[in-house]
């Protein structure tokens, strides 16, 4: 049985009270003092060799102080293959590419002065699809790479695959084989705040960037790289995180508008602040990638799985940011979503002229989970079996070792799909559609839930400071993007050390004050910030007892002296406080030092802030301040990428979503009647924020399963806002959600817990596609979900023409 | 060229020189420092920017600033106490858990604020259908919604003793 305290205890956010008062600093209400306002001149071409660019106009408007371009300041280069530049020089290939900026001294003259810029192209033909850049002889986005060297292609030089077991013996095998093709559309990650940054040098040559990331010391590593290319050798970036106003995997990269801002702030000798406009972050932000699946799976003929073939092609746009590796993402689901012995995945990452893409959460998971669970439930049709039953017999086991070498530890996914089962009544419910509309489907998901390791560090430093009244002061380097990260982490520290949850303080994330950190995705957040501070608040109670053995004693016979001059009905205690005052007797909880065994009496008792200010002014010996850091590094491996190898993970989260739908078979409108998930959690640290993520993720699967798309022609949005980009409104989440927590209690989780910031959002959109079939019997394979889609395959349908 | 601007805002006359193409939302955040009302998308779709003109609740980003002129706004830094303190609609996020990365918070409240001034028992429906105009990409609206009814019942009952 757990003493705990305030794990697992429903507790309010910490940030809330300022959020809800409007008191929150994002970086779009910061301002420092003499701060500039750069704006970017952007493409008119998807792809074009640039002739010319005039800046005279610009220059002479009032109020602007400077223009720059890729012809006068120096060459920054972008991203872990370097194919992209703060500013272009001789082509651009993508319409949001950066030709010039300008620093004035308010947004609008900003706006209007990078308006004023003239640029002369000469338009070349461009490559819009990888069907299109793949073919022989296609038009070269890069026609070299970053070194210099001739491309042949524009296939981007990264691979990620796995082969395991005999594909053609499983084939052998199979009673029964699906083959489907699917695909996953452009979509924008939507952060309500909009992508902004502050930049400003010290005259040192200093830089201190305030930065919406999620990685603020990889940030301090490419900033560091690009002050190198500013002939600023040896001085130091500091990046400070305000609020972030939503991250979703915007924050995975360094963007070039950050890196202008730096140019500009470096040219002008003051601080310089950008800031999307929506329409600027629809257009010129990098979205989430659009994917195409061609998915073989098999089963025998009790309906165990016999083999899984998938090769992935997706559309990287112009240049290469982190995201461009969703396929590292896309092994664990591929080789590890229910048990297959023979496995082939390959992927193709393809350079074309759209807009270039990046992180979103779930990281290339939901893309390849959505061929995975719709073929399930294909290939449980053609077997003649129950889809929920084909999935319990290939169920995931704790214990098992997967074939990408993935180790399970704990496991909920039986759990998962037995209560989702239940809650929907599965048994009497699935498979009456027919005439009614009404149907009932269901998806699974693993994900990574103790770090992701895709960089040689995947840990995190923490340093928990104690103040002389008995506050901790939290340092990490993590950042707080709205999910409630810092919610666990007070809730940890509190009960790892022993003070109230009132008495912890997360610092703000900055990288002079805070410990290293790999960044905040992956659903790493929590898992790792908690295992660092349970860590830290060990040595941090080993170091207090240890003085403790002296200055408790000193501390009770004072406050004994007390009573017995001012309490006439003292009595002395029965207990021998002097010799139980030693370090493996101490109890710290709730912010109060006490000796075990010792009666419940106030004089025994030593509150940590008295204590603390005792060993601090010291008078005999000196005393001292408390302080200690702890680095986490998750027991992890960095897989083998071209094997599609490794244990990435700590551990691995499971879910299942089932879902209620009616469609309208007028319209093809799809209505979700209700939706249960059911997630392995590991354990519940919060159950407010938790519930939180698992809500979001859902609104955001759901979104992506019907409603949402980034539309495009020859590379330039058409959509760039809300009127057009359809998000999730409260009116379309207007059904019932039951939530099933599994607590699986993983070794390796602080506390038991797992991280949870992505699974939600992954089998939505399969489950509810799986749920219209049952409904109406026609399978849509490409996302999202419209009713348009959905009218054209009923017509399908009744024409007797097979759908697709 | 500039206009003066008076208006009530969060309880107080104010007065303020205002360019003749400034939105509401421009002066309340760029001169009058209030920097609560957020600006999500500038084109009236997603509500971050939403105060109350009279009571009744808006998007300060469509709204032209001279238009405030002789009306009472009000701000989300109005609702709380003077001495800081939360109100009960506050509060509820609070409890509740309806503030994520906070970015729409501020407009949810006052969307919300504006409801509950009307209806102290509303129906989810009714809450979602007063929320149609606030986009959230955080919370997917469930504890937003039950926020908004906790508050309700809260008002309601102390309306009630």
Redesign the interface.
Known sequence: MSEEHFIGVETARPDAPDKVSGRTQYVHDIAVPGMLWGAIRFSDHAHARIKHVDTSAAERLPGVKAVITAYNTPEVRIGFLRDNFALKRDKVRQYRDEIAAVAASDPDTAREAASLIRVEYEPLPGVFSPEEALVEGAVLVHETDARGRPRADNVVPVRFAHHSGDIEAGKRASKFIVEGEYTVPLIQQSCLGTAGCIASFDARGNLTLIAKTQIPFLVQRDFNKALEALGLEGRNVRVVVPALGGGFGTGLDTHAYEYIAMLLAWRTGQPVKILYNREEEFAYLSPRQSATSRIRQGCDENGKLTFREIEVVQDNGAYTSWGATFPSVMLVPATSLYRVSNISFESKIVYTNNTYCQAMRGYGNPEITWPIESSIDELAEQAGMDPYEMRLLNCNQPGETTPMGLKITTCGLKECLDRTAEKLDWGTNRGKGKGVSRGFGMASVINVAGGGKIYRSDGSGIILKLDDYGNVNVSYGGVEMGQGLHSALILTVAEAFGVKPDQVVINQTDTATCPWDVGTHASRGAFMACNAAVMAARKLRQRLFEWAEEIYPQQVEESLTKARKHNPEFREPEFDWRAAASRDRFELADGILRVQGAPDRPELQVELGRLLRAIHFRKQGGGTTFAEEAFYEPPTDLPDWERGYGNMSATYAFGTQGVEVYVDEETGEVRIVRLVAAHDVGRVLNPQTLRGQIYGALAQGVGYALYEEVHTDKGRVLNPGFTDYKLPTACEMNFPIHIELIETNDPEGPFGAKGVGEPGLVPTAPAIANAIYDAVGVRIRDLPITPEKVLRALKHQRAGSPVR | MKTLLRFQLNGREVAFEAPPHARLLDVL?DIAG??????????G??G?CTVLVDGRALNSCLFPALEADGRSVV???G??SRE?G?SEL??A??????????????GM?MSAAALLAENHSPS??E???A??G????????????ASIRAAGERIGKAATQ
């Open positions: 955040r209030l920097t609560g009302t957020k600006e999500g998308c500038g084109e779709e997603c971050a701000t989300v830094e609702l709380a800081g939360l506050q509060q996020f609070v409890d509740e858990g309806g503030a994520q990365c906070g970015f729409c918070t501020p409240v989810d429906d809450i979602r259908e929320l149609v606030n986009l959230c990409r955080c919370t997917g609206y469930t504890q937003i919604i």
